[in-house]
């Protein structure tokens, strides 16, 4: 299974496109909504999550967890106990942990990314404290994935399709969701 966190203020291409992506690749995907039951991105689009944090559990069902950036969304996933728990979690049990655009400076503040290659978006390479900046669109380094920002919603969707299941399986979607002819 994988936890999305979404907190007021999140960016919206973040969130969807891997959610969308890791769905088409047969993942079991639950939206979690931190601190509200209607959650409100970043340009006032409202999403009604899938369960609330209050009623979710870390359990070895849990497969990876993913931070979808934007501001304030960022801020508060930080200030969010269920989201520093799961993090935590992830961290303890080798379960893998995504962030995108600034949310990977909540990684970079809890010293996950000591000695591993990172990325953000531009401007929060401050935060990755201990990290190998490497400004690449995706970045994967162990058990962490990061990305630089909305542009790169798709490829980093993509990149955590494969590593739940498999190059094959990310390649048929990629070539899917293809546009021809524009």
Known sequence: MVLVFLANGFEETEAVAPIDILRRNGQKVVTVGIGEDVITSSHGITVVPDVTEIDIAMSSEIDMIVLPGGMPGTL?????????????????????????????????????????????????????EGAEFTGAPVEH????????????????????????????????????????GA
């Open 141 to 180: 380094d162990g058990n962490i994935i990061t990305a630089r920002g909305a542009g790169v919603a798709i490829e980093f969707g993509l990149k955590l399709a494969e590593l739940l299941s498999d190059k094959a399986a990310s390649d048929k979607i990629k070539e899917a969701m293809r546009c021809v």
């Open 76 to 128: 508060n996933l930080e200030k969010s106990r269920t989201v520093q728990d799961a993090i935590d979690y992830c961290a303890q049990n080798g379960k893998y942990i995504a962030a995108i655009c600034a949310a990977p400076s909540v990684l970079g503040r809890k010293g996950l990314l000591k000695g591993k290659k990172a990325t953000c978006f531009p401007g929060f390479e401050d935060f990755l």
